[in-house]
């Protein structure tokens, strides 16, 4: 019995299955079948802070200054999506904390 199958081979096979296995290795390394694509458009918060509770912090963070006070300032930012100035109070909550510790 003689098998015609690997006497002459289908190239066209061949070269849509390699291509296949190319395009599926790159959904697989950039993240797609994990949903790493679709998690940033679905981000849930539970409440925004007004505007009153964030003048109200950042009085507070000038009156006295407390890293915890200056990480909540960071929080409002980052959830109203003003990074820049989410990062500007997160730095400052670590310098306070810097300085704390080299106190003790």
Do not use: C, W
Not at 38 to 52: H, K, P, Q
Not at 76 to 94: F, H, I, M, N, P
Request: aromatic share 8%; hydrophobic share 40%; net charge positive.
């Amino acid at each position: 019995m003689k098998s015609a199958v690997l006497a002459r081979p289908n190239l066209k096979f061949f070269v849509i299955s390699a291509l296949f296995m190319i395009v599926l290795q790159h959904m697989v390394t950039n993240g797609l079948f994990q949903g790493q694509a679709s998690a940033g458009l679905m981000t849930a918060y539970g409440r925004e802070a007004t505007d009153a509770e964030l003048q109200t912090l950042l009085q507070r963070a000038r009156e006295t200054p407390d890293p915890a006070v200056y990480l909540q300032i960071s929080r409002v930012y980052e959830q109203r999506g003003d990074y820049k100035r989410a990062l500007q109070y997160l730095r400052r909550a670590e310098k306070l904390g810097l300085s704390e510790d080299g106190a003790e």
